[in-house]
């Protein structure tokens, strides 16, 4: 048998042990590194609006589910005001609340202990690493204080839930409530999420924070939200195939220079 002929009798789909070995170290690689597709939801292509609980709305690639309080949920009194956007820089938005300063762009205000839960529309994971957020007075001119939290509840997308809270910001030089952003904790901003719920609680000035079915705020757990940096997590199996496929070209090239090599004897 010639060199050509053994070469050729080679079975072609097998790949050798160590490119097998190498797919499945990139593909490692890739997992862990997961790169990430970044957006930021800023609400300025929406108009001004305000949603009653369930209503939805997309930005940026997500959807968001405007949410009743825990206590109207309880209580099958569904459908009330619970969120709104509005226009910072429109002084006639917020003629109803107190709006936060600090803030001339869009924003979404959860209203009356209501909350938002974001999901991608591709159903994918997703990440969030930072957003601006400021507390919503009922009424104008509180004393200032750090009233309560901004909560973050997150589906996790293996199963489970992980959760962080954020002590309001206080007021500005001008009396205003305001925003400010949070860049948060490490392990909050690393979960692959599938869902993620925004909703406030109040303090009760005993070290709890306060805002549930059997604990209402009595409307005045409110928030507004901006800026949020979310980043799509690509599914397992696309890395698994890019490592395949740099696999099968380092094969493809591995057999072109021991073909060329072959014919050169």
Sequence with gaps: ?????????????????????????IALAMLTALPAMAEVINFDQQLPTA??????????GYQLLVQ???????????????GAIINGADVNSCDVIACPGGNASNAFLGLNDGSVKLSRLDAQAFR??????????????LSDAVYGQLVLTGQLAGGGTISTALDFPTQNANGDFAFSNAALNSVFSHANLSGLTISAC????NGSCFNSAAFPAMNQA???????????????????MMGL?????????RRAAKAAAVKSI
């Design 68 to 82: 009743d309080s825990p206590y109207a949920i309880a209580n099958g009194w569904t459908g009330g005001a619970a």
């Design 1 to 25: 048998m010639n060199h050509n002929q053994q070469f050729q009798d080679r079975p072609a789909h097998k790949a050798p042990r160590g490119l097998k070995t190498l797919a499945g170290a």
């Design 222 to 240: 409110q928030f507004g939200i901006d800026n949020l940096n979310v980043s799509a997590v690509p599914e397992p199996a696309t890395y698994l």
């Design 245 to 253: 496929g740099l696999a099968g070209l380092g094969l493809a090239r």
């Design 51 to 60: 949603y009653a609980g369930g209503d939805t709305f997309v930005d940026s």
């Design 202 to 205: 109040l303090f009760d000035g």
């Design 128 to 141: 969030i690493s930072s957003l601006d957020y400021a507390f919503v007075a009922p009424v104008g001119g």
